[in-house]
């Protein structure tokens, strides 16, 4: 079975403490994965994806093909990254691509 | 062009009614999804349409649901005999062809079924 999985709830940080978003995959292929944010009262949005191996907003994540994860990481928190986060994952089944979205962390940074 | 649009934004129904959802995706885009997402759960994939075809569907998708898109631009999303267990927020998104192309969503449709 193809799953996200997202193990917390909610995380709580201090402004500037590092944090880290787990993300654990199951895919039996190569998957895409990404990460999405939704700010309060804002529509869901990319953050980042493995394939663009880039940082946004100080944000990064590094696929660990071995460990099937896809952590999301920055180093110090700031308040305006309060959100809720989503992982995702897109693969190829059969002819058609298939969807998955873990179940989401809310991040909450405290000044 | 704002980004994809929803509608309704908020929608109260009786069991038993049926409802039917729009969205319009970004204009050059021509892949278009639709999800459904309970509190607490991230977004769960119903289906997909490349232009008018649709592509693919969620086991999800009961024999109540349909979606259309037959223009390849917008898509309904129709619910018959609604349920109890349908109240959810309805997402759409759209993004061009590639898989990994970045999905941009709507701000979706909330749906509360009495």
């Known amino acids: 079975a193809q799953r996200v999985t997202q193990p917390e709830k909610l995380l709580s940080v201090f402004k500037g403490a590092p944090v880290e978003l787990k993300c654990n995959y199951s895919y039996s292929g190569s998957p895409e994965l990404f990460w999405y944010v939704q700010y309060s009262r804002q529509r869901l949005q990319l953050l980042l994806r493995?394939?663009s191996r880039e940082s946004i907003k100080g944000f990064t994540a590094d696929l660990n093909k071995g460990e099937t994860s896809f952590h999301l990481k920055k180093p110090f928190a700031q308040e305006e990254d309060s959100a809720m986060y989503y992982c995702a994952l897109s693969g190829q089944v059969g002819n058609f691509n298939k969807f998955y979205f873990g179940s989401g962390t809310k991040l909450n940074v405290k000044p | 062009d704002t980004g994809v649009s929803q509608n309704p934004r908020h929608k109260i129904t009786k069991r038993g009614q049926n409802v039917t959802f729009r969205c319009d995706p970004i204009s050059e885009h021509n892949r278009l999804y639709w999800y459904r997402q309970t509190l607490g759960q991230g977004p769960e994939f119903l289906t997909y349409?490349?232009?008018?075809?649709?592509?693919?569907k969620s086991r999800l998708l009961s024999d109540r649901f349909s979606a259309e898109r037959p223009k390849g631009s917008f898509s309904t999303l129709e619910i018959q005999r609604t349920e109890q267990g349908d109240s959810a927020m309805y997402l759409c998104?759209?993004?061009?062809?590639?898989?990994?192309?970045?999905?941009?969503f709507g701000p979706g449709t909330r749906l509360l079924v009495l």
């Open positions: 998104a759209s993004s061009l062809s590639r898989p990994q192309e970045t999905q941009y």
């Open positions: 349409f490349q232009n008018e075809a649709q592509l693919e």
């Open positions: 493995h394939i």
